[in-house]
């Protein structure tokens, strides 16, 4: 998924005519699979002047609870509807389901975007 540009084929499965090249917006990357451990980032320049914040491997979670959120210790992923193969290799993404040190809470960040992990606690 490395190229982010149109399709090269039609609808009814005949080939397109490049009308341009490839320009750099369209270009696309490896997904950065965030894991538990030392916290590791990654500077990326993004599209105009900004910067995107990639964690490679993060240990720290910001757990929302009624309103109050608190920083909580990542130990593992329990559940990762993304890929099955995912909890196994303690990749966190959103909507995985990570044990931390105040209990069970879900992903609602994008660490591979973001640079952070935020959560909601679960029951």
């Not at 009308?19 to 990357?29: I, V």
């Not at 757990?63 to 995912?86: C, F, L, M, Q, R």
């Not at 990570?98 to 809470?105: H, L």
């Not at 640079?115 to 606690?121: I, K, P």
Request: hydrophobic letters at 30%; zero cysteines; glycine letters at 8%.
């Amino acid at each position: 998924m490395k190229d982010q540009g149109r399709s090269t084929r039609k609808r009814t499965g005949g080939r397109l005519k490049h009308a341009s090249n490839k320009k750099r917006h369209q270009l696309g990357r490896e997904p950065a699979e965030t894991t538990v451990g030392e916290t590791r980032l990654q500077y990326i320049d993004s599209r105009g002047t900004e910067k995107k914040v990639r964690a490679l491997s993060t240990d720290v979670a910001q757990v929302a609870t009624d309103g109050e959120v608190s920083e909580a210790e990542i130990e593992n992923v329990v559940d990762n509807p993304a890929n099955v193969n995912y909890a196994r290799r303690n990749i966190i993404t959103k909507g995985a389901v990570i044990e931390t040190s105040a209990g069970r809470a879900r992903v609602t960040s994008r660490p591979g975007q973001t640079g952070q992990v935020n959560a909601v606690l679960l029951d």
